[in-house]
């Protein structure tokens, strides 16, 4: 993004490769001993993250110069001041450009990879996450720029070989570093696409053999190269372009060690998010879409819908979603409530990330005041925006919020299919009965199979023949959280239906654009009377389906995204006191007929009881008469199963929940009070 580049202005000494050595750096023996974290745990313990932007990318003709964009170095009192206010993971965007060699070889500078080592070191010394990529490599602004998917085809095999070439050393370097360390395979490839324009299908092509080459290289060098977790972006690391249907594939990733499960994955996918851009990045109040005001519920809604399509497009599936890169630039000189709206944005972003098993990972350029977006002062290590970090670390609080999806339909369980064509496609007929009569209206739940570019959907000419008399109209495909979009759309009859009339529903598309590809799958076929009432509803192969009220569970599924380290932790600490938990006082007797009353002592932290009466000491099921679970410290136990001068005997036990990873509390117990209770009941 051009703006990570405000202070490029800053004169700087490009520092001489020859003037480096590895002996001026102190490089710290990694722990080699690899935490095969599952994707769930990966992803709780890099959130929430942050962004050392503009130093080890930033570039001074073509050669990469830490304080190029900068004043001082990178040091390891800013990575620990970081980690004070919460951070768990820090990205370390690398240029190489002019520090690469010439071929075969494409032997990177030894004295840039010491450095590199050497910031990594920082971060995992504190037991921080890093991530480091391959930068400013990849864009046609920077000087010295190679690693280009829009170069020409002649052209793609040498950057194929030295893109290999430079990640073999990387990886090497690093390969017995243990699962703190996660591999980035570029960053913003390709910068120069046009939106609402078409996607070169050859250079996205070019991005997907980029991220092969990288998946493969880096497992082949070994160590725990072979199951660390790698990171992926697609097309320009947009949202839209990554999970829409424009060309982006997941990399194989058949080297990996042999003892990671088949079943479970070890890519990650890397997106950026500066929505809307006339808020987080457009600097001048000259410039269209400028606005320094942020926060309405359409604009909240927005993140957790373009989250929620990561969700399912990637997180569903196994792959850990990283948004690499968010933030809003601060427009203080323009508008004195800026930081108000920048504290509301970062915390929606997080929530929402979090809810949906994505890493935030905060863009910090560096730069303070007038259109930065540091939190940090990296000079005097400093705090410069306490109010952003609370709103971020604030997203991380309690329990992340459940949040809901449309689940998308198999073409067989659609009532139609409608392609992008204008035949006419029939969807429904029939003969209404006496329980139709009076309906004026037809409504036709769908959903868009194939989104068309930028979020814009085909039309659907919705059509019904009722009695020999057409009523029309043209239904809007509207955007939703998911790409496979439920929409309705409502088409007003030009009179009533009356019992026995004949009726037909059709429709054909009407695209913007050549979809002949795009399909829409109907869900359901409503008819509602002159009230909004829905009086029938038609589902697969015209058959009577219930009423929408109970189809809706169908299509919109919530999902929770519980931690299982949460989980363990919680029915441990559970376990725990229930294994304390002591019932010292137990009465029980009977003063009335066919009656015993029963009290106890509470125990601190329980959160209820489980009471049994029994006609045999040992308690075997078929003697057991009366069992309950209460709250309460007292109980009277009447029961037809308890008979008049009978002993029995009584027990109790305490207990606790803990919340399983769907958020339903799962019941932990005490033992069982060692001294049992005899009574005689009336």
């Not at 959160?607 to 075997?620: H, L």
């Amino acid at each position: 993004m051009k703006f990570k580049k405000i202070i490029a202005g800053i004169s700087a000494v490009v520092v001489a490769a020859s003037a480096l050595s590895f002996s001026a750096f102190t490089t710290v023996a990694a722990d080699n001993v690899f935490d095969d974290l599952s994707q769930k745990e990966i992803t709780d313990a890099m959130g929430p993250g942050w962004n050392v932007g503009n130093q080890l990318e930033a570039t001074t003709t073509g050669t990469p110069d830490e304080t190029a964009w900068q004043k001082t170095k990178i040091t390891k009192e800013l990575i620990q001041a970081v980690k004070a206010q919460g951070f768990k993971s820090v990205r370390i965007p690398i240029s190489y450009l002019s520090y690469i060699g010439e071929a075969p070889n494409y032997t990177i500078n030894a004295n840039w990879l010491a450095r590199i080592k050497e910031v990594v070191n920082y971060c995992v010394d504190e037991g921080l996450y890093a991530i480091i990529n391959m930068h400013g490599d990849g864009y046609n602004s920077v000087q010295g720029g190679w690693l280009l998917c829009n170069a020409p085809d002649e052209k793609q095999p040498e950057i194929k070989a030295k893109y290999a070439a430079c990640w073999e050393q990387i990886a090497t370097l690093f390969k017995d570093y243990d699962e703190h360390l996660i591999f980035e395979s570029m960053n913003e490839e390709f910068d120069g696409v046009t939106y609402g324009g078409n996607v070169n299908k050859t250079y996205y092509s070019n991005i997907n053999a980029y991220n092969q080459i990288f998946v493969d290289t880096v497992r082949k060098t070994g160590g725990n190269n072979a199951k660390r977790w790698l990171l992926i972006p697609g097309w320009n690391t947009n949202i839209e372009l990554t999970v829409g249907d424009y060309g982006f594939v997941l990399p194989t990733d058949t080297n990996r060690d042999s003892s990671i499960p088949a079943d479970e994955q070890r890519i990650m996918v890397s997106v950026h998010y500066y929505d809307p851009y006339g808020f987080c990045g457009t600097e001048k109040p000259s410039e269209t879409g400028y606005t320094a005001v942020w926060g309405t519920d359409t604009e909240k809604k927005a993140i957790r819908d373009q989250f929620t399509r990561c969700y399912v497009s990637f997180v569903s599936k196994g792959y850990p979603v990283i948004i690499g890169e968010y933030g809003a630039i601060d427009k203080t000189y323009n508008n004195p409530d800026s930081t108000t709206y920048r504290e509301l944005y970062v915390g929606e972003v997080c929530k929402a990330a979090r809810a949906r098993g994505l890493v935030p990972v905060y863009w910090d350029n560096g730069w303070n005041g007038d259109n930065g977006f540091a939190l940090f002062d990296r000079a005097t290590i400093e705090v410069t925006q306490q109010g952003m970090i609370d709103s971020i670390m604030a997203a991380y609080e309690g329990e992340p919020e459940p949040f809901e999806i449309v689940e998308p339909m198999a073409k067989d369980q659609a009532l139609g299919l409608i392609y992008s064509s204008k035949n006419r496609t029939t969807l429904l007929s029939g003969s209404a009965d006496a329980s139709m009569a009076g309906i004026v209206k037809v409504r036709c739940v769908f959903d868009c199979a194939s989104d068309v570019a930028f979020n814009q959907y085909s039309n659907i000419n919705l059509l019904a023949t009722v009695a020999g008399t057409d009523s029309r109209n043209t239904v809007k495909g509207n955007s939703d959280v998911t790409g496979l979009t439920m929409c309705t759309g409502d088409l007003e009859l030009k009179k009533p239906i009356k019992a026995g009339d004949n009726f037909t529903i059709s429709a054909y598309t009407q695209s913007w654009s050549d979809a002949s590809d795009y399909v829409f799958l109907i869900r359901c076929i409503e008819f509602l009377d002159a009230s909004g009432n829905v009086i029938k509803t038609f589902d697969k192969l015209n058959k009577p389906a219930p009423p929408a009220t109970t189809l809706l569970p169908k299509i919109v599924k919530t999902v929770s995204t519980r931690s299982p380290k949460d989980v363990k932790k919680d029915k441990q600490n559970a376990k725990k006191l229930m294994k304390k938990a002591k019932i010292s006082r137990l009465t029980a007797k009977s003063n009335a007929k066919k009656k015993i009353a029963v009290s106890w002592n509470k125990v601190k932290k329980a959160n209820g009881y489980e009471v049994q009466v029994s006609a045999n000491k040992k308690f075997k099921n078929s003697k057991i008469v009366f069992k309950k679970l209460t709250t309460k410290k007292k109980l009277t136990i009447k029961n037809k199963k308890i008979k008049s001068r009978k002993t029995y005997y009584v027990r109790i036990r305490a207990y606790t929940t803990y919340k399983d990873k769907n958020f339903k509390p799962k019941k932990i117990y005490s033992s069982w009070i060692k001294k049992l209770i005899k009574v005689k009941v009336k």
